[in-house]
C-alpha cells in the first residue's frame, strides 16, 4: 500500500471538520488493514463529543472511543501522531502486524 501526502500539514489545515480527518485516517488503515486481512474493516462514529472505532480483522473485533479534544490533541503533536495512536490501540487488544508497509514505516517514523 503506497499512500503518499506531500504534506499532510498542509491537508490538515484545508481540513475545516475534525470529523473529516478522522475518517480519512480511518480509511488509511482499513486498507493497510485489508493488506493483511481482505475481509478487514474500520470504522468510526461520532456521537456528540465521542469517537467510537471498531476493526474487525482476523474474525476478531475491537471497538474503542476517544473524546474529540484528545483526538485533536493528538493531531497537533505531529502528521502521524493520530494514526500511530489508533495502531497503537489495534496492537493493544492483541491484533498483530508488521511494519512492512510505506504507510506503517511513516506513521512508526521508520521512513
Known sequence: MQVKFTSREQFLKQVKDIKEWVVLVCECIERQLQEFDKNATFTVSNIQNLFLFTAKIYKESITFSLPEDQVK?????????????????????????QLNSPYLKTV???A
Open 108 to 110: 512508526y517514523g521508520l
Open 73 to 97: 490533541q493528538l493531531i497537533s503533536k505531529g502528521d502521524y501522531s493520530f494514526d500511530q495512536y489508533l495502531w497503537d490501540k489495534i496492537q493493544e487488544y492483541g491484533i498483530h502486524f
